[in-house]
């Protein structure tokens, strides 16, 4: 079992509505969570992360964690054509180590 | 400069040569990590290093696989004997220690022929 598992996707959402990228997780020690977005051809970024459970809010992206359930997830609202590029979940057991799942492709549509 | 450095950018080698990748990191930051990304996947852990330690090298493919880091200063990775499975972009992060946000360098392509 992968430690962290992700669609590949494609998700194709149209361009204004919500975009719903989901992550599991195996290692029930896991601390620290992240999500990072890769442009193709680029290096990833991180545009969230979340330690406790429950909502973070940060513009039009909303990170949930559920540490019971041990999932996470990213909301984007109000998708737009630049939010194509593929979403990288991550997570550390608190000794640094962070390990990442294999992406979701997101493809926003005009 | 302000980011994190990697050398070469691209590096072509034949089956069996070894190769050294350098990654130089943000200046202050004390950890440093490699990852392997094959082409249309996901990151893959190599190994990561606190200061000149490396806690954990349980992602280095083989023994063909090595790191060394000098100080909290550039990182090396070498391959030894390169084989077609080992072409990726090879990407370095550097944090400042706490896992909060890992700065990406942009890549080294490699291209076993």
Not at chain 1, 8 to 21: F, K, R, T, W, Y
Not at chain 1, 38 to 65: C, H, V, W
Not at chain 2, 94 to 107: A, D, P
Request: charged content about 20%; glycine content about 10%.
């Amino acid at each position: 079992q992968k430690e962290v598992e992700q669609n590949s996707g494609p998700l194709s959402v149209p361009e204004g509505a919500i975009a719903s990228l989901n992550c599991t997780y195996s290692d029930r020690v896991s601390q620290s969570f992240f999500w990072y977005r890769q442009y193709s051809g680029k290096s990833p970024e991180l545009i969230m992360s979340i330690y406790s459970n429950g909502d973070k809010e940060d513009g039009r992206f909303t990170a949930q964690l559920n540490k019971a359930s041990q999932y996470v997830s990213l909301l984007i609202r109000d998708s737009q054509p630049s939010d194509s590029a593929t979403y990288l979940c991550g997570n550390s057991g608190g000794y640094q180590k962070v390990t990442f799942g294999t992406g979701t492709k997101l493809q926003v549509i005009p | 400069g302000a980011g994190v450095s990697q050398s070469p950018s691209n590096k072509v080698t034949e089956k069996g040569k070894d190769v050294e990748l350098r990654c130089d990191p943000i200046s202050g930051h004390t950890a440093l990590y490699w990852y392997r990304q094959r082409l249309g996947q996901g990151l893959e852990f190599l190994i990561y290093f606190q200061g000149n330690s490396a806690p954990d090298k349980s992602g280095l493919p083989s023994d063909r696989f090595s790191a060394e880091r000098t100080g909290e200063s550039v990182s090396t990775l070498t391959i030894q004997r390169t084989q077609q499975e080992d072409s990726a972009v090879y990407l370095c992060a550097s944090s400042l220690g706490q896992v909060e946000k890992l700065f990406f360098g942009s890549g080294t392509q490699l291209s076993v022929l």
